[in-house]
């Protein structure tokens, strides 16, 4: 299964299931989603469930926040988070806010989903990673899927939430295949959200990331062992509210910690995880400062030579581990 498939499916199954869910945004019905991610849906379940909009994000937004707040359940779709901008607004102050501003008497349950980070060839503002963005507002979950078990649990758990989520996925991603299990398929898997998965077991350094960026570290690790040693990689899944137990516990056994991400690094996923490791029971036991990865700290490039060093590569990974662990 596809990661593309896998939220194709997860949405498919939650309209089915609940007669408060419905798709909004810009061609994701009669075109079936700009990346195709809404195939079939709008033929299945017509236009009542799956609603195709103007291009104009703050609209649209503002009607399903609304929508939100009247009792349904709408998946918002960003044909990529860039263009969320257009609607900040609504996102942060419509529906982030609104349960505290109102003493808990207003809320609403809405997913804001859609391409977020680096892609390939489309340039600096097709190119930004929001995921510190989001995960500094109160009142927004923050969920960044890897593979297709992350997105079809994760967005499943995301959609029957009573609360704001923003679901981060990626265009890189959308067509990788990964084999599941017929547990992964069932209808009602879900995954819970708060909770970092741990993608492979080591004992000399822990390695943090979201999204494309495990499989990137998957592959610094194998690499890694070849040198002996074994790095311990964990899959946030969640980035607000962020999984610090599984962190912690982490570094206590391995002693040694590098995140790497594809945003900013001012400000960013991994600036927070330092904070972690300042202001936590980890500090105790670090043998060695943190080091992070992230993109380079200017707008993405367009030329192809640049774009391949413009994000962490597995041999940055590899490298950054090196330094931490003294070899």
């Known amino acids: 299964m ?18 408060r869910v419905f798709l909004i945004g810009e061609e994701v019905a009669q075109y079936n989603g700009a990346y195709k991610v809404s195939k079939d849906l709008w033929a299945k379940h017509g236009s009542n469930r799956i609603w195709d909009t103007p291009i104009t994000e703050a609209g649209f937004t503002g009607i399903a926040a609304g929508a939100s707040l009247g009792g349904l359940k709408p998946i918002c779709e960003f044909m990529t988070f860039n263009f969320a901008m257009q609607s900040i607004d609504h996102i942060v102050n419509s529906t982030a806010k609104i ?41 927004l979950i923050v969920l960044s899927p890897y593979d297709p078990e992350d997105a079809r649990g994760l967005l499943k758990a995301a ?5 704001p989520v923003v679901f981060l996925e990626n265009e890189i991603m959308y067509n990788k295949k990964f084999d599941v299990s017929e547990t992964i398929l069932d209808k009602d898997f879900v995954l819970p959200i708060g909770k970092a998965k741990i993608m492979r077991q080591g004992k000399d350094i822990t390695i943090v990331a979201h999204s494309r ?13 070849k040198k002996g040693i074994q790095a311990e990689v964990i899959n946030l899944r969640t980035l607000k509210p962020l999984d610090t137990e599984t962190i912690i516990n982490s570094v206590k056994k391995t002693n040694r910690i590098v995140s790497v991400e594809d945003g900013w690094p001012h400000g960013g996923i991994g600036a927070e995880i330092c904070a972690l490791m300042m202001e936590s029971e980890a500090f105790d036991y670090l043998d060695a400062p943190l080091e992070r990865l992230t993109s380079a700290d200017v707008p993405a490039p367009y030329a192809k030579s640049l774009e391949d060093i413009f994000t962490p590569r597995a041999v940055n990974v590899v490298n950054a581990c090196l330094r931490v662990c003294n070899k």
């Open 159 to 163: 959609i029957r939430e009573d609360e």
């Open 213 to 225: 960026m495990v499989g990137v570290s998957l592959e610094a690790a194998e690499e890694l062992a």
């Open 99 to 139: 349960r505290y501003m109102s003493g808990g008497k207003i809320h609403g349950s809405i997913v804001f989903r859609g391409i977020n980070g680096p892609a390939a060839g489309v340039a600096a503002q097709h190119s930004q990673c929001f995921a510190s963005w989001y995960s500094s507002v109160p009142g």
């Open 2 to 19: 596809t990661v593309k498939e896998a939220i194709n499916s997860a949405m498919d199954e939650e309209i089915t299931r609940d007669s």
